[in-house]
Nanobody, 119 residues
Framework: QVQLVESGGGLVQAGGSLRLSCAASGSIFSINAMGWFRQAPGKQRELVAAITSSGSTYYADSVKGRFTISRDNVKNTVYLQMNSLKPEDTGVYYC?????????????WGQGNQVTVSS
């Protein structure tokens, strides 16, 4: 089993910065892609950023140039540095990892972390 623990959310003014972390632990053989999703009130969960095991990254158009995803493969941790935050970035942020635990790779989700950007 794999556990994900998120940290780093909170309340920030527009233009400010936050850094989210998501640490994976458990019987992990390896981790493939890691990513961050967010869900705003009344909206569907959307992919914000993702990073592969080789370091290739993907960003949603709405966050390009403002957010940076990175990972520490030794610590099994993924980060999301969020700069120049806007009120529309408000939502619950979830990390997701695809991990091998000796069986077929599975997706695991973090508990979610509230990010609120005030105008």
């Amino acid at each position: 089993q794999v556990q994900l623990v998120e940290s780093g959310g909170g309340l920030v003014q527009a233009g400010g910065s936050l850094r989210l972390s998501c640490a994976a632990s458990g019987s992990i053989f390896s981790i493939n892609a890691m990513g961050w999703f967010r869900q705003a009130p009344g909206k569907q969960r959307e992919l914000v950023a993702a990073i592969t095991s080789s370091g290739s990254t993907y960003y949603a158009d709405s966050v390009k140039g403002r957010f940076t995803i990175s990972r520490d493969n030794v610590k099994n941790t993924v980060y999301l540095q969020m700069n120049s935050l806007k009120p529309e970035d408000t939502g619950v942020y979830y990390c997701k990892v695809e991990a091998h635990t000796g069986r077929a790779p599975q997706d695991y989700w973090g508990q979610g972390n509230q990010v609120t950007v005030s105008s």
